[in-house]
């Protein structure tokens, strides 16, 4: 049963436009979120967090914005360039668990069009 | 630093096979993580360690897998025997807080 769900395996968007990737979880008790990039061949990489006590974080061109009502969390690249074609996982933080341990995604795969 | 060491980086075995991946975390991380990537799963944790102890294996599928943390700075994921639905990316990750930096991966085959 997969408590973090990314349900659009892929997603294109115009070079300059925004790009949202959406995520929706099961457990009401995750408290801290990530999303990771990851290109191909390589691992992924961290690009932003945020805890459940906030409802929007932002890096730049990146927001990562938190709806605990619908266990919805989703990312805003704006604006898109192609050199963020990549694939982008959703994480959530097990509280169960007492440390840092993570429930990731399926991933959405983001192609930008130049 | 040089970040998270994976080896090898490619793997192809036959069935029955053994196959032992490697990890070197990056110094001074006291979590290493096992990761099995898949498209139909994603990214499934296996078993982590804190300070060289395994905390939770519970992710590991079934008893052909083992993992070991001998000190800081290495740990090894083994597969014996090995099966075709054993082939996928495994990663390595390690972190001292919140977040986890991962390892390149190897690419396991089984034939």
């Known amino acids: 049963d997969q408590q973090v769900k990314q349900n659009s395996p892929s997603l294109s968007v115009q070079e300059g436009r925004i790009s949202i990737l959406n995520c929706d979880y099961t457990n009401s008790m995750f408290d801290y979120f990530l999303w990771y990039k990851k290109y191909p061949a390589e691992g992924p990489t961290f690009l932003i967090s945020i805890s459940s006590i906030k409802d929007k974080n932002e890096d730049g061109r990146f927001t990562v914005f938190l709806n605990k009502s619908a266990k919805h969390l989703s990312l805003h690249i704006v604006p898109s360039q192609p050199g963020d074609s990549a694939v982008y996982f959703c994480a959530a933080s097990d509280p169960g668990s007492g440390t840092y341990k993570y429930i990731f995604g399926t991933g959405t795969r983001l192609k930008v069009l130049a | 630093d040089a970040g998270v060491i994976q080896s090898p980086r490619h793997e192809v075995t036959e069935m029955g096979q053994e196959v032992t991946l490697r990890c070197k975390p990056i110094?001074?991380?006291?979590?290493l993580f096992w990761y099995r990537q898949t498209m139909m799963r994603g990214l499934e944790l296996l078993i982590y360690?804190?300070?060289?102890?395994?905390?939770?294996d519970s992710g590991m599928p079934e008893d052909r897998f083992s993992a070991k943390m001998p000190n800081a700075s290495f740990s090894t994921l083994k597969i014996q025997p090995s099966e075709p639905r054993d082939s996928a990316v495994y990663f390595c990750?390690?972190?001292?807080?919140?977040?986890?930096?991962f390892g390149p991966g190897t690419r396991l085959t089984v034939l």
């Open positions: 110094s001074g991380h006291d979590y």
């Open positions: 990750a390690s972190s001292r807080l919140k977040t986890q930096y």
């Open positions: 360690f804190n300070n060289n102890v395994p905390i939770d």
